[in-house]
């Protein structure tokens, strides 16, 4: 699925900055890490693809479609067609594992369907399918806040499978992990989206990771592009340039900490 950003600015209330003028394409099946500075506009990026914001101007468009005009109609098989893992898991943490991954299906065929009670002989095995796939299908019936944070976001990576998704949106997934869970999940995650030829959009602060898993970086400063190369065009200097200078604007809200405020979750 093609994902093509135009001339992007988000200018918040208090006079932020966030996006300014931000122009890149996502081709089908490519894996893409961006890289920056906090308060460079990642987190508002990823908050207009979801539509968690609005940009001020400037064009988003979803395999030809531009989100920022479309119709609530035109909108809804757009974002079924989007999976998201975040660094906040999102579960329910007193409901069991099933049925967080279950949730996957609401967006695409219901409440009912996405309900553990009400789903179909067929939905409750794909889940099943899709918790063996992340590796935790021996845990389906436990409460999903008894979990660890690598397990939790395993399931979350589940309940993205259920989506049926053809691009997917990463914001930090492994931002409030330990060095080995993160590997562990960035492993699984990249796995699975190349089994499925999907489009990743991948929010990350670790470099040595994005250099590992991501074709191409993107590096953002001040809201603007830095640089857009093949991982093996991005040299050392790049990202000490990158990462030295800091950005002139203020702190875009509600981005996240380079280092995480809690203890990270173990695997």
């Not at 906090?38 to 908050?47: F, H, I, P, R």
């Not at 991005?234 to 203890?263: A, F, G, H, I, K």
């Amino acid at each position: 699925m093609q994902l093509s950003i135009d001339n992007l600015t988000k200018v918040y209330p208090d006079g932020t900055r966030a996006l300014d003028g931000l122009s890149f394409d996502v081709s089908p099946g490519e894996g893409v890490v961006i890289l920056g500075h906090n308060g460079c506009g990642k987190s508002t990026l990823m908050k207009c693809l979801t539509g968690l914001e609005r940009p001020t101007s400037g064009r988003l468009s979803l395999a030809g479609v531009d989100l920022t005009s479309a119709s609530r109609r035109e909108l809804r098989p757009l974002r079924q067609r989007i999976g998201c893992v975040f660094q906040k898991f999102n579960m329910v943490g007193n409901l069991s594992v099933l049925q967080n991954v279950l949730f996957g299906l609401m967006g695409r065929r219901g409440i009912l369907a996405s309900h553990a009670l009400t789903a179909s002989r067929q939905s409750r095995q794909a889940a099943m399918e899709a918790l063996e796939r992340v590796g935790l299908a021996h845990l389906a019936a436990r409460r999903t806040d008894t979990l660890t944070g690598g397990q939790q976001q395993r399931v979350a990576i589940a309940r993205m499978l259920m989506q049926d998704a053809e691009i997917v949106l990463a914001d930090e997934p492994v931002a409030s992990l330990d060095p080995r869970a993160g590997r562990e999940v960035m492993e699984l995650l990249w796995s699975v989206v190349r089994e499925r030829k999907m489009t990743v959009l991948c929010v990350l602060h670790q470099i040595e990771l994005a250099r590992e898993y991501g074709e191409r970086l993107i590096g953002l400063h001040g809201g603007q592009l830095a640089f857009d190369r093949p991982v093996r065009q991005v040299s050392d200097l790049d990202l000490t340039e990158l990462y030295q200078t800091q950005p002139t604007l203020e702190t875009e809200p509600d981005e996240p900490s380079v280092v995480p405020t809690q203890r990270p979750a173990q695997a």
